[in-house]
């Protein structure tokens, strides 16, 4: 993701500029939840002040009022909770609607090579964690901020020696806080590393599972987990060794009872040098014993926030990716037949990567069939995928109908060009709705005509609820060839002028080849075709076969005129046909 380079990663607080208002709001209920709670405690010194000066007298008002604070300060906490949670799940939709939105005008190509699994996970787990983070942590960074300052102005108000004595205690824990924190950040960054190569190992140990299996008892990939597992124990040791000791003396110094210590010390010997009258010595240990505590969070989040940042910069990255071009709305542009034209393309995939095509000049005229062979690596589907944009050429132009892709309204784009790419996928939906895909209105006799010319009715219509059978992942399943077929008659039924096809050399059994071999026919016909081609028949009687070759286009012609050229496809052709030779006699052994 080369993009977010070029622009800084936003703070925590950038990332929740749209519902800042309402975390201020969560945070300053949490303030005013830690000045009622501490009013409490005043209230409570007040009360027992009362009864030492006179032990017959009930204070009712002074306990009533620590009854009433208390209250407060309970239903402002939950309050400031309340408030932080909606605001999480607010920035939780805006973020994803915001990704979602981003996502639908990025470039094929960068979803596809970024990876579904990698996006679903910045969809789903790093803004769940942006959701954990506001909801459960900014409310205890405003009371570690409030609580501290606000005892410490009660504490200077009732004694400045024992606010001192207060404060130092404070200062000891925030030393020995730093002492602990002491390169945490690189430690933090390991540590999340770490535990994400962890999981990471985990998915592809159980994913690869049923291939690995097969071949090494998946010894292999689960050597990768133990090493994971390995080195995840090894940073959290050295973690522990390093920050250890002092973490665990700043939760000890932070705790209260080294504050109450230093206030009865300080106090009884003020007092016994009569410097200290007793009601203001009680006011002071039951407001500042809490003062060091409430910074206790500010250690324990400093995780949380470390693993808030490296999903923001996550978030970020996906989000700074630039979108596709697409051109202004009016005047729009249509092309005028179902012609395609390469002119000069030039593609690298990397801004600094090599070119993977150089000066591809060709033209498919509408209704003609156009086979792209040549070597692995050579460029075909690369070729292939310009045509929807999957990426934008280098250099040089692409032309539908004499218009520029670039210059075409996406959808306009669509309209006239339909993909059948090997990797098909169907949705969690029934049968009949993956055929309509696209084309809701479709009716029930159209998708039955399509998924006929598909080859695809009779193993539909055999399956236990026909077209109403769900597909897609947990639905029922189907094989290879079977889903390219329903993938085939979605295409057919779109009817687009223009069709760019990966065919598919998977399904290599009789019955299912000749099945794909008539839907194939079925969708191309009358249509201008620009297929990668893999089959010896199609490529026969293609009307113009384009060679390539380490990214150029380096023969052009129908197959008869360029086996007689006796170069690149000559040579793939003879290799062909003695693969199929080999194939034959293997048969026949
Ligand atoms: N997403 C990508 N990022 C970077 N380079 C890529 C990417 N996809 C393909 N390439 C490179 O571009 C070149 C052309 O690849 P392409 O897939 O177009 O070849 P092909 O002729 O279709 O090969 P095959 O018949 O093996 O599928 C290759 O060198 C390949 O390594």
Known sequence: MPASAAQPVPSAWAVMQPVQGRIRFAMALSGLSAAAALGALCAL???????????????????????????????????????????????ETLLRSRLSEHLAHLPLGYVQQTGSGALAKVMMEDVKALHVFVADSTPLYARAYVSPLLTFALLLWLDWRLALAATAVLGLGVAVVSLALRGSADMMRRYNEAGENVGKAVVEYVQAMPVVRTFDTGTATFGRYQRALETYRDVVKSWYRMSGTSSRLSQIILSPLPTLVVLVWLGAWLTSRDALDAATWLAVLLAGTGMAESLLPMVSLRHLVGKTQMSIHRIHEVLAEPVLPVPAAIPTKMPRDASVRFEQVNFRYMADGPLVLQGVSFEAPPGSITALVGPSGAGKTTVARLIPRFWDVSAGCIQIG??????????????????????????????????????????????IAAARAAQAHEFITALPQGYDTPAGERGVFLSGGQRQRITIARAILQSRPILVLDEATAFADPENEAALVAALSNLMRGKTVLMVAHRLSTIRDADQILVFDQGRLVERGRHEALLAERGVYERLWSNYEQAQGWALRGAQA
């Open 45 to 91: 010194a007040w009360s027992v002040h009362a009864l030492l000066q006179s032990s017959v007298s009930w204070p009712w008002q002074p306990l009533l009022l620590a009854a009433g604070l208390t209250a407060l300060a309970f239903v402002l906490r939950l309050a400031a909770f309340n408030r932080s949670h909606h605001a999480a799940f607010h920035l």
């Open 402 to 447: 004499g218009v520029d892709v670039r210059e075409l309204q996406p959808a306009a784009l669509m309209q006239q060009v339909a993909f059948v790419f090997q990797d098909t996928f169907l949705f969690a939906d029934t049968i009949a709705n993956n055929i309509r895909l696209g084309l809701a209105g479709a009716t029930m006799d159209e998708v």
